[in-house]
């Protein structure tokens, strides 16, 4: 496979839909061809259990959400193998380090989390989008999206959880469980700060 797969990750209102977007204009203004994708998906058939499982408000234990999610990831492998194969870039707004990061918080074994991902195709590149607690406050984070993670009651206090799951971003980007380069990028700059650093990046990998 010659093409280049980059995931942003980050807390819920780090900026990643935003750069992830920004980055594959960018990159189309060069004639490149770019897939740009997210997680959950919402397509596939697993993505829509997802979908009705949210806006039903079930709630399910921990382990049944992230083998969910990981299955998501699975029933889009084949369609990511053939996008690289054609050599485009895919950009995908949160893969599996989200799944760690959260569900590791909620308490399930990191080791077991890791596991049940290791079948799919790993990014060549991690971007994460590092913002303090504050700063995803100060954003206006909406608990509907925090909830397709977690469950709320589970979660409380809100802040105190979102503190500990950036910093599990942060202890993964420093001990990487799979393949890839992680780059670290202080989120709470501008938006074209921001986006700039991720072209420098993005620029010596195609």
Same mark, same amino acid.
């Given at each position: *496979? ?23 204009? %960018?990159? %189309? ?5 770019? @897939? ?5 998906? /919402? ?13 039903? &408000? !079930? ?7 992230? *083998?969910?999610? $990981? $299955? ?22 949160? /893969? ?28 060549? @590149? ?9 700063? $995803?406050?100060? %954003? ?11 469950? *709320?009651?589970? $979660? ?10 950036? #910093?599990?971003? !942060?202890?993964?980007? #420093? ?13 709470? %700059? &501008?938006?074209?700060?921001? &986006? ?5 990046? @993005?620029?010596? *990998?195609?």
């Amino acid at each position: *496979m010659s093409g280049l797969f980059i995931a942003f990750e980050g807390v819920d209102s780090a900026g990643k839909k935003t750069h992830s977007k920004l980055l594959a204009e %960018r990159l %189309r203004e060069m004639n490149k061809e770019v @897939v740009l994708i997210n997680f959950p998906s /919402y397509e596939t058939e697993i993505g829509k259990l997802i979908k009705g499982w949210i806006s039903r &408000s !079930l709630k399910l234990s921990p382990e049944t959400a992230s *083998m969910l999610y $990981a $299955a998501d990831r699975m029933q889009y492998q084949d369609r990511i193998k053939e996008w690289l194969r054609k050599g485009w870039i895919v950009i995908t707004d949160r /893969y599996c380090y989200s799944n760690i990061a959260y569900q590791s918080v909620l308490g399930l074994s990191k080791e077991w989390l890791i596991d049940i991902e290791k079948p799919i195709i790993k990014p060549d @590149v991690i971007i994460l989008l590092d913002i303090p607690e504050k700063e $995803a406050s100060n %954003r206006g984070l909406k608990q509907e999206t925090l909830s397709t993670f977690i469950d *709320m009651e589970e $979660a409380k206090p809100e802040e105190t959880f979102r503190e500990k799951v950036r #910093k599990e971003f !942060l202890e993964l980007s #420093k001990n990487p469980p799979y393949e890839g380069k992680w780059h670290v990028i202080d989120g709470t %700059r &501008s938006v074209e700060i921001v &986006s700039d650093e991720i072209w420098g990046i @993005v620029q010596t *990998m195609s």
